[in-house]
């Protein structure tokens, strides 16, 4: 069974940098495509980045190209969002999600309905 769990959310300031990290209790994300959305108050959630199971070139989402960096590491069953440069308008709960319907494809899933297991967020604050 598919449990996702994210941490590393928090508080920061303009400029500055946070790590997310996403794990797996039931060790099954290794065959995964994986990615990274998030939702700010009032808004719909969006698309942020995405990883294919092997941990190849990745995609992102044009607000956060440049800045953030998503990655994976199989052997310990995680995957992370490095975030840099943070601005006020990245402020959101930031969601970890699992394409498990099918396992093995190279390729990125944007939309939500792509996604099978998410974790319960994380809160990621901005200040000015």
């Known amino acids: 069974q598919v449990q996702v769990v994210e941490s590393g959310g928090g508080l920061v300031q303009a400029g500055g940098s946070l790590r997310l990290s996403c794990t797996d209790s039931g060790r099954t994300f290794s065959s995964y495509g994986m990615g990274w959305l998030r939702q700010a108050p009032g808004k719909e959630r969006e698309f942020v980045a995405a990883i294919t199971w092997s941990g190849g070139t990745p995609y992102y989402s044009d607000s956060v190209k440049g800045r953030f960096t998503i990655s994976r590491d199989n052997a310990k069953n995680t995957v992370y969002l490095q975030m840099n440069s943070l601005k006020p308008e990245d402020t959101a709960v930031y969601y970890c999600?699992?394409?498990?319907?099918?396992?093995?494809?190279?390729?990125?899933?944007?939309?939500?309905?792509?996604?099978?297991?998410w974790g319960q967020g994380t809160q990621v604050t901005v200040s000015s």
């Open positions: 999600a699992a394409h498990a319907r099918s396992a093995y494809t190279s390729r990125w899933y944007e939309e939500e309905y792509e996604y099978d297991y």
